[in-house]
């Protein structure tokens, strides 16, 4: 069966309502039933409950306590390199921007306006520059962490279809990351702007990041964004290389942009391959 084929039944489902159901499950706080459920998640995924700061399933008041589990001190290290790897997950690419192209998948492209919510200026920025984009798992850790230092000017929510982002989703739907729902930060760095976004996917009910918490609810339809340095407390948010900056209430992608410039990725990422938060992503220097 081909790509497009497979996915077909994802544009006929109630992807929303599907979506909402999780998302009321996933925060429940159900007691013994709750307990069952993450058991079963632990044993039907090979989810590593030893590298957890709390290895004991029954204490997590609900699943998204469980979901959003922070691990052991120690557990990740982080490598002496220019940009870290910022999730636990699988490569889905890496790779140069052509023009204001990002490479999806084999006949799949899509641009980085469309990712970003269709600001051009911001876009523009990016031309002919660098992106990952990096799938987590339902197995995985799923609190993101900053690749380098950086001070946060812009976050935009986008609103969107939530397709799956699987694998087989990537090379079926064409444009994926620039449909579904997404958050876009844009943060400053001594070496200029990068892009983390957010791309939420069926099921995932929400997505939070340090400074704002949950970002996506209520779900509205049109483009919301806020400007920084100001936060609650008036203070500019700066983050180091390594700080949580955000997190998924059940998983989905990361795509990340930076300008033009000398960044080579590290030679071993190849799509498909499995990473690790705080392993060595790219050098922001010629070879």
Not at 45 to 72: C, H, I, Q
Request: glycine content about 10%; hydrophobic content about 40%; proline content about 7%.
């Amino acid at each position: 069966m081909s790509d497009r084929l497979a996915v077909l039944p994802q544009y006929l489902m109630p992807k929303q309502l599907l979506t909402a159901l999780a998302g009321r499950v996933a925060s429940a706080q159900g007691g013994a039933l709750t307990t069952h459920l993450i058991d079963w998640f632990v044993k039907r995924y090979g989810v590593n409950m030893s590298e957890a700061a709390n290895p004991d399933t029954a204490s997590y008041p609900s699943f998204n306590e469980f979901f959003t589990r922070a691990l052991k001190r120690g557990a990740r290290p982080l490598a002496r390199a220019d940009l870290i790897c910022p999730v636990d997950g699988a490569i889905s690419q890496v790779g140069a921007i052509e023009r204001d192209q990002i490479f999806q998948a084999k006949g799949h492209h899509y641009t980085t306006t469309a990712l970003v919510g269709g600001d051009a200026a911001l876009a523009t920025q990016f031309d002919n520059g660098h992106f990952a984009t990096l799938y987590l798992s339902p197995k995985d850790y799923h609190r993101i962490h900053m690749p380098c230092d950086g001070k946060l000017t812009r976050m935009i929510h986008v609103p969107g279809p939530l397709f799956s982002v699987n694998p087989t989703t990537a090379r079926g739907v064409p444009g994926l990351f620039a449909r579904n729902e997404r958050v876009v930060c844009v943060f400053e760095t001594k070496r200029g702007p990068f892009v983390l976004v957010l791309v939420g996917a069926t099921i995932v009910g929400s997505m939070a990041t340090v400074w704002h918490g949950v970002v996506n609810t209520p779900r509205v339809k049109q483009v919301r964004e806020w400007r920084y340095p100001e936060s609650s407390q008036g203070k500019p948010v700066h983050l180091k290389q390594g700080d949580e900056m955000g997190r998924f209430l059940l998983g989905s992608t990361v795509v990340m942009l930076f300008p033009q410039g000398p960044l080579q990725f590290n030679p071993s990422w190849q799509p498909a391959g499995a990473i690790r938060m705080g392993e060595a992503m790219a050098a922001l220097k010629a070879a």
